[in-house]
């Protein structure tokens, strides 16, 4: 199979977060083909393992996209599809980065469940004993490399207000929502100015209401990005307060993090930028991802990489060139066989910016 049919055939699965089922099983597949070890862990992440003994490195991709089929395609040296930015497109250069590996060590690619959602393929993996290193499979750019990422705080609040008429001096449950969103949005503009990925945001990305029962009720879900040097329990303690207050159901809630740009893993894979003819960048992302996580959890650094533009993330417009695509695996295995062989010295400290 060529290169580019790996992506291809990863991306004619449709898996939005719950429904992975189909896109797990051609995953394993394709790493079949491609002489990996395979199974399914009880979750249902797909495992696929080439090479053997330590260190160990970890590919930790995933397998889910949100809602929303498109259409596959190949035009003028492109894929087009949901997920071939994020993040069917860095499993796919890692599977290919892999290939042929025979040690010493093992490269183990994971296609991890529900990371658009509640990362609960992540969160099981994190249970377990850690690797010796960690690469997230993030969009980055064939030339990129992320070192930090934004915390997560996804919570639905529900107003309850007994019903009265609508001339009444009375709020509703639904004037009562607002104005506790509207109060939220004040905590988040009292904080220091900052860039982007050092500042708090939220936002409302919910909202029902159910004025004809008696008691109202009305909820919204709200999305807080928290910033390295903040955690989630403090925002939960500035949130509005008083009479009025909701009752508060987390949804997700995932800490920030931001890695030293001299970690083993983003050394390494900057090393293999420069090999492969690139200067590399070293991101931090106002989103979220799974490094949070086990990098949390298992107490040791990583990055992420992965080829494409993460400002298609999420859209309708996601596209990938099969050339990155072919690059990335290249990069992939340049740092696996630096992270699997002793280190030979430091690199030239890359660039660093911020983007989505």
């Not at 990925?197 to 936002?203: C, G, I, N, P, V």
Request: glycine share 12%.
């Amino acid at each position: 199979m060529d290169d580019a049919s790996v992506l291809e055939r990863l991306l004619a699965r449709y898996s939005p977060s719950g429904r992975e089922e189909a896109a797990v099983a051609e995953f394993v597949r394709i790493a079949q083909e491609l002489g990996y070890r395979t199974r399914t862990d009880r979750v249902g992440n797909g495992i696929a393992e080439v090479g053997r003994g330590r260190p160990t490195v970890l590919f930790l991709g995933h397998i889910d996209t949100v809602e929303g089929d498109r259409p596959v395609r190949r035009s003028r040296g492109r894929l087009h599809g949901r997920g071939a930015v994020d993040a069917k497109g860095a499993l796919a250069a890692a599977l290919l980065g892999g290939r042929g590996f025979a040690g010493p060590g093992t490269f183990r690619v994971v296609a991890a469940v529900g990371e658009e959602t509640d990362s609960r393929g992540a969160r099981h993996l994190a249970r377990g004993p850690p690797p010796d290193a960690v690469i997230a499979g993030e969009p980055s750019g064939w030339d990129g490399v992320t070192i930090g990422y934004k915390g997560d705080l996804r919570l639905e609040a529900t107003f309850t207000r007994p019903r009265t008429h609508w001339s009444s001096p009375f709020p509703t449950a639904t004037d009562v929502a607002i104005n506790w969103v509207e109060g939220v949005r004040s905590v988040v503009r009292s904080a220091p100015e900052a860039s982007p990925f050092r500042s708090l945001s939220a936002k409302a990305v919910g909202f029902s209401s159910d004025p004809s029962a008696d008691p109202e009720v009305a909820r919204v879900v709200l999305d807080v990005r928290v910033p390295p040097g903040l955690s989630t329990e403090e925002v939960l303690s500035r949130l509005p307060t008083g009479a009025l207050r909701p009752r508060v159901k987390l949804l997700v809630r995932i800490e920030p993090t931001e890695l030293p740009r001299t970690d083993p893993v983003a050394t390494a894979l900057c090393d293999a930028i420069r090999e492969a003819g690139g200067r590399p960048t070293l991101w931090r992302r106002t989103g979220t991802s799974d490094l949070n996580l086990v990098a949390r959890a298992w107490g040791r650094g990583g990055a992420a990489y992965g080829p494409g533009d993460s400002r298609l993330d999420h859209t309708d417009r996601e596209t990938l060139s099969i050339a990155e695509l072919r690059q990335a695996g290249r990069v992939l295995r340049g740092a696996l066989e630096r992270l699997t062989r002793p280190a030979e010295g430091r690199p030239t400290p890359p660039r660093s910016g911020v983007a989505p």
